[in-house]
Each structure stands twice: as C-alpha cells, then as structure tokens.
C-alpha cells in the first residue's frame, strides 16, 4: 500500500501539530505554581512611636541598618512620637497592608491598651506580630554621685520624708511610669513623677541629679552605667542576669517582689498577605543573627527571645491581658 503525499497532507498536518502544541502549552500554563513574594520592592519604613534615643529607637535601628545593607531597597527609621506613643501607633495601624510600613514597638504597646483607652486600634487586632526581637531586664538606676546604694535605702528614705524623692520617666503611661507605680505600690511608698518627651531627656536629667532614680530599660541604661555615669541599684527582676553578673535582683537589694522586663518587637498592619508576613518575618528574623546587631544587643545587655512563630500571637495576646489587668489596678489612665 503506497501513501501520497500532498500538499493537502502537509497542511493538515502541520495544523495538527499546531494545535496540539497550542494545547500543550495552554494546559502547562494551568498547571498551579508557587508564587514567589518579593520583598522589599521599594522604601520600607519603621514607624518607631517614640523618640530617637529611647530604647524601642535602639533596637530598631541596628536591624533597619542591617536590612538596608543586605536588600536591594532601603529601610528606614520614621520616629513619631506623641502620646505614650500611640500617636505612631495609630499612623502605623492607618498604614497599606503591603509590607511598605511596619511598626516598632514592644512591652509598651500591650501596656498602653488600658492607660489610653480611646488610641483609636487594638495592637492584636489592627497588627499582625513579625518578631519578637529582644529582651532585656529593666533596672532601679540614680545618679553616680547618688547617696542610694539599695533598694531598701531608697524605701526608707521615701517612708521617713514621703513626695520629697522624684523618678523621671519618658512619658505618662510609658513602661517606666508604670514600673514605677509598681513599685510605689507595692513599697507603700510616695514618690513624684516626672514626665518627660522621651527616654533620652529623662536620662540626661537623671545623670544631671535633676531628678533622684529611673525605672529604665536596660538598653539605654546600660551604658550609661558602663560609663560611671549611673549606677545600677537592682534589677527589676526575680534573679541576676549573667551579662551583668554584679547588679542584685530587687528582692537583693531590699526592695518588693518586682518582676519585668522589657521586650520588643515588629508588626505589620492586620491585612498584611500570610505569605507577605511569613517573607518579611524570615528575613527580619535573619538580621537578628548579623554580626552588627548581635554587637549592639550585647552593649545593650539584649537577648534573643526563643519565642516561635506559631505562639508568636498569643504571646502578644497574652502579654496584652496581663498588663491591661495590672495598669487597671494601679489606676493608670490618660484620656
């Protein structure tokens, strides 16, 4: 049997062919494929809700730094301070949920839930949490030159002569205004408080002995007391920290049972894609093991906290509960 070819043939055959490659690549096209997420595909910027200087901008800046240095974009710091920084919060929470603006922040923001009620968000429901980046123990610090070498000095001297001693702090309803009413409270002592704008003026008054002592985070203080320029009277925890082996735990030093320390962390706002925060985590969690941030964590005494991922959430929530209940009963409230 003899085939002939023709011109006919030819044609139909090659439209066959035709087709069945149209087909091929109009099912290969169907075929799901992972979608890469690219970030950061412009600026990003870190809404720090507090001024330069203060502890939240000292743990923020080194990971920004990093982040700029190893991505194709950069990342940089915005401080926006007001209102025991809720101001920056509220701006942060106002922001696209596109990656383009995350906020610094910490302990701060689950203590500021009960203390400004009308703040305008809910921290664990207007944010999702990215990491928790630090942790360091807060600190009791006074003047070098200071008369106080104890807890138990400081006690004494406010029950023998009450509201002649004063503690600066960063601002009505930060963390070192509500340590500090902590330990009024469970002193049973009467101690004036001295607002300041910010951590960095605070300190700068404390060391100049405008004001007698400091409930503040260890990564500002820190060194200043390496530098002689305040000295550290207790830790405002349970038990000694090995990076500073020689400063007592409270109960050491004569004072109450006083536990807290200070954390921080990143959020982005709540519509963030899971797969936008799941990248923006991976690589914010990365810079946590550079050789610069893990330089400026150990001048701030910082660690690392081992909190993972999928608790990440009910860590936030959980933290939210407990200072909420504890701002409440100390009756602390600024509208």
């Not at 200072?323 to 409440?328: A, C, E, G, I, Q």
């Amino acid at each position: 049997m003899s085939i002939q070819i023709t011109r006919g043939n030819i044609v139909r055959a090659s439209l066959k062919v035709a087709a069945c490659i149209v087909l091929a690549v109009l099912s290969f096209s169907e075929v799901p494929r992972a979608h890469v997420v690219e970030w950061p595909t412009r600026i990003v910027k870190i809404i720090v809700p507090y001024g330069p200087g203060g502890g939240v901008d000292s743990f923020a800046r080194p990971i920004a730094s990093t982040l700029s240095d190893q991505l194709p974009n950069r990342i940089i710091i915005e401080n926006r301070a007001g209102a025991g920084g809720t101001v920056g919060v509220l701006a942060a929470a106002k922001s696209p949920a596109d990656g383009t603006v995350l906020l610094a922040g910490g302990v701060h923001q689950p203590m500021s839930e009960a203390v400004y009620p009308t703040r305008g968000y809910r921290i664990e429901q207007d944010f999702v949490p990215i990491a928790i980046t630090a942790v360091v123990p807060n600190v009791l610090v006074v003047p070098a030159e200071s008369r106080f070498n104890t807890v138990a000095d400081i006690i004494n001297e406010a029950k023998a002569n009450p509201g002649k001693l004063s503690y600066c702090s960063s601002g009505n309803g930060t963390s070192q205004h509500i340590i500090g009413e902590m330990f009024k409270r469970r002193a049973g002592v009467d101690i004036l408080h001295v607002p300041y704008r910010g951590t960095a003026p605070a300190l700068t008054d404390l060391i100049a002995q405008v004001c007698d002592m400091m409930f503040d985070g260890m990564g500002t203080s820190a060194p200043q007391i390496e530098g002689k320029k305040l000295k550290a009277i207790a830790l405002i925890a349970n038990k000694r920290y090995p990076r500073f082996p020689h400063i007592p735990a409270f109960t050491e030093a004569g004072g109450p049972e006083l536990d807290a320390s200070i954390w921080y962390a990143m959020w982005a706002p709540v519509n963030t894609p899971p797969e936008l925060v799941s990248k923006i985590r991976g690589i914010v969690k990365g810079s946590l093991t550079s050789p610069a941030v893990a330089r400026a964590w150990e001048i701030q005494g910082a660690e690392i906290p081992n909190v993972k991922d999928e608790d990440i959430v009910e860590f936030v929530k959980r933290e939210t509960a407990e200072w909420t209940k504890t701002v409440t009963e100390l009756g602390i409230k600024v509208d």
